[in-house]
């Protein structure tokens, strides 16, 4: 049985999906304490329950502890076998929070795995639908991995109401991923969209954003605009964001996102996400800050030896090293300090699974 405490590092939501999936891939039970211990509101929230519930359909777990506000969970995974399934969140919480607790065990599972996610897809203080999409996705794929995901509805808070499917094939093992040197910036593009409201706020952020990055020496840029009429807009609730993503010589792709609110103005929007790409691509790194930790992870279970550069070693980042460490028994090099540029490297497991 693993032990892990939650309160690690950061202490939230990441130590436990982190812990899980990785269990869930080895198919090692695991027992998780202090769950979300330095949150406002610690234990098992909505989101969460509907994740650990996700994954122990997708592994056939047996599980202690589920329900709300539980600070401990016991995790005992079986066979990863596949097949069809529908999480219904039931707040406005983060669709792309259940897939990062299910895309890891999905790849290693004996059959496609397809999922429908009802909840929030632009959540403030998670990974966008359109990130996910346009750059966590393309860079595992360029280790091996299969996974395909879209957005039929956007959910915003406090509705929700957001609707995403995704469709993930398995795999015998993933590569190693060498992404330290970018070279020049090819292209930016993005997408500004509002749902339930007037569309040039869509046009306003995407206007701001493209000026700003101009600005700052990238000629291209291609920002496109979603909004839709108000007799054919099907969202539950209004809500704006954009989501910016530039792609460079050596095939690194480098994100940024902010997300609007009430009395939020639209140029503040465009801009925030545009000057926090812009520095990013200064550091000369191949990888976001957001990017970071998501590839952890993966890095770990790959086949031979993986190198990033990120933009900045965030707390979230340096708390998977050492969850990953503690749980796969790897041992990842790292250079440089919290908050600053620096370099990840690590001697991937080469795992491999029963995929056909």
């Avoid at 202690?64 to 969140?89: A, C, M, W």
């Avoid at 509002?194 to 306003?204: D, E």
Wanted: overall charge positive; some cysteine.
């Amino acid at each position: 049985m693993i032990e892990v405490d939650g309160a690690i590092g950061e202490g939230g939501g990441a130590v436990l999906r982190t812990a899980l999936a990785l269990s869930a891939v080895g198919q090692r039970p695991i027992h998780i304490y202090n769950v979300r211990a330095k949150r406002a509101k610690p234990g098992l929230q909505p989101q969460h329950l509907r994740g650990v519930e996700a994954l122990g359909k997708l592994t056939n777990a047996r599980i202690e502890g589920l329900k709300l506000q539980s600070n401990e969970l016991t995790f005992e995974p079986g066979v990863i076998e596949g097949g069809r399934y529908h999480v219904d969140i039931g707040t406005a919480g983060s669709t792309t929070l259940i897939l990062q607790i299910l895309m890891p065990a999905a790849a290693f599972a004996h059959n496609a795995v397809e999922v429908e996610i009802t909840g929030g897809t632009d959540n403030p203080m998670a990974v966008p639908i359109d990130f996910l999409k346009n750059v966590t996705l393309p860079t595992l794929r360029k280790m091996g991995y299969r996974g395909e995901v879209k957005c039929t509805r956007r959910g915003h808070y406090p509705r929700g109401g957001g609707i995403v499917h995704a469709r993930i094939e398995p795999v015998p093992k993933l590569q190693a991923l060498e992404l330290t040197d970018p070279c020049e910036v090819l292209h930016i593009t993005g997408v500004a969209h509002c749902v339930k409201l007037p569309a040039h706020i869509a046009t306003r952020m995407a206007h701001t954003a493209s000026m700003t990055l101009i600005k700052s020496g990238y000629a291209k840029v291609d920002i496109k605009t979603e909004s839709y009429p108000p007799d054919r807009d099907p969202h539950l609730g209004p809500g704006t964001g954009i989501v910016l993503w530039a792609e460079t010589e050596r095939g690194a792709i480098l994100g940024a996102s902010s997300s609007g609110r009430r009395g939020k103005p639209a140029e503040q929007v465009g801009r925030e996400a545009a000057e926090s790409l812009a520095k990013q691509l200064r550091t000369g790194c191949a990888v976001d800050r957001y990017l970071t930790d998501q590839l952890i992870p993966y890095l770990a279970l790959a086949d031979g030896k993986s190198r990033i550069t990120s933009a900045e070693l965030t707390m979230h980042a340096l708390t998977n090293i050492t969850l990953v460490e503690q749980i796969l028994g790897v041992k990842f090099e790292v250079e440089g300090q919290l908050g600053q540029p620096g370099g990840i490297s690590v001697e991937g497991l080469g795992f491999t699974s029963g995929a056909k």
